[in-house]
């Protein structure tokens, strides 16, 4: 092939070759401007969802101030010689408890509206309280079970001893009954429950039961994963006895037995002399930490950082570059 004849070929090689690098360059320009246009769409998208959520919250978070102001109001503007009407009294105590229950303890206004509806023997104003109750504590169980469902995989362990309010004179009171409404814990006897995790044994015993004002005394044994040990022995943790009440609520009134173990005895029902009374034991999730407990003191937050460390080390470093 002569000289004259190469050159049209390596002409036309090269024409091809800026061709191809032209079309390449433009579909990669074209590919990066659908992609941008895409990435910029969908960030759009996730922005406007985080504003319209924020802009939700911030909406809600409003009406429920507003909302809590204008129920408290009557209560503590109320002067001292005017008397709050009892069923008035009733209804906002019972809105307080079902939309902030959550977020502050509401016990103290139950029981005081409770007492004021006893003192006109307002029978029905009072099941209705109990009623809200009931409603709260099974919420706050059910975020509960959410909450370990996510965290651990499985919800949160619920039992439902059930007790017999009147003892009989041939009635048996043992250790560790059942508790299910075939074969309810005997007055004087106890309902028995394990951690999740089989590290602690619990023990209930009700004693004390007041019909009139529905409440029982609760003495509770601790050991660690022996049945039916009591002070002294080398398996137990503590014991306390309380006053248990409808208006004891999981998230509020639980016991802690150690970091990761925290468990809570709720009255759930308790309706007349001589019918069962129902209790609700929740097991919280492990390294469940509270709402009320969850500002962090500032030295285990240090601690949690290494600032004093780090801290240390720098002071150290800064002497020996001042040496």
Request: charge should be negative; glycine fraction near 6%.
């Amino acid at each position: 092939m002569s000289s004259n004849e190469r050159k049209p070929r390596n002409e036309e090689i090269r024409l091809w070759l800026e061709t191809g690098a032209k079309f390449i360059a433009a579909s990669i320009a074209a590919i990066a401007v659908v992609a941008a246009t895409v990435i910029g769409a969908s960030y759009e998208k996730k922005l406007s969802s985080i504003n319209l959520l924020s802009q939700r919250e911030n909406a809600e978070s409003g009406v429920r101030s507003a909302m809590f102001g204008s129920l408290v109001r009557p209560l503590i503007e109320v002067s001292p010689n005017q008397k709050l009407d009892p069923s008035r009294y009733r209804v906002i105590v019972e809105l307080l408890t079902l939309n902030f229950h959550d977020q502050f303890e509401v016990k103290p206004l139950l029981y005081d509206a409770d007492q004021v509806l006893a003192g006109i023997d307002d029978v029905a104003g009072r099941r209705s309280l109990r009623s809200v109750s009931r409603r709260i504590i099974d919420r706050q169980i059910t975020s509960l079970s959410g909450t370990a469902q996510i965290a651990h995989g499985k919800p949160a362990k619920v039992e439902e001893p059930w007790f017999n309010s009147i003892r009989g004179a041939d009635d048996i009171a043992e250790r560790c009954s059942p508790g299910n409404s075939q074969s309810p814990v005997m007055i004087g006897g106890s309902f028995c429950s394990q951690s999740p995790d089989g590290k602690y044994h619990l023990e209930i015993r009700l004693d004390d039961a007041d019909f009139q004002e529905t409440t029982a005394t609760a003495s509770i044994t601790i050991c660690r994963a022996t049945p039916q040990c009591g002070v002294g022995d080398a398996n137990y943790v503590l014991g306390y006895n309380f006053r248990l009440t409808h208006f004891d609520f999981p998230l509020t009134d639980n016991s802690q037995i150690d970091p990761q173990h925290r468990f809570a005895i709720s009255l759930y029902s308790y309706k007349v002399e001589g019918g069962p009374i129902i209790v609700k034991l929740v097991w919280f999730p492990l390294g469940f930490i509270t709402a009320r407990e969850r500002p962090m003191n500032y030295v285990l937050l240090r601690e949690a950082l290494d600032i004093d460390e780090r801290d240390d080390d720098a002071l150290n470093s800064q002497a020996q570059a001042t040496e």
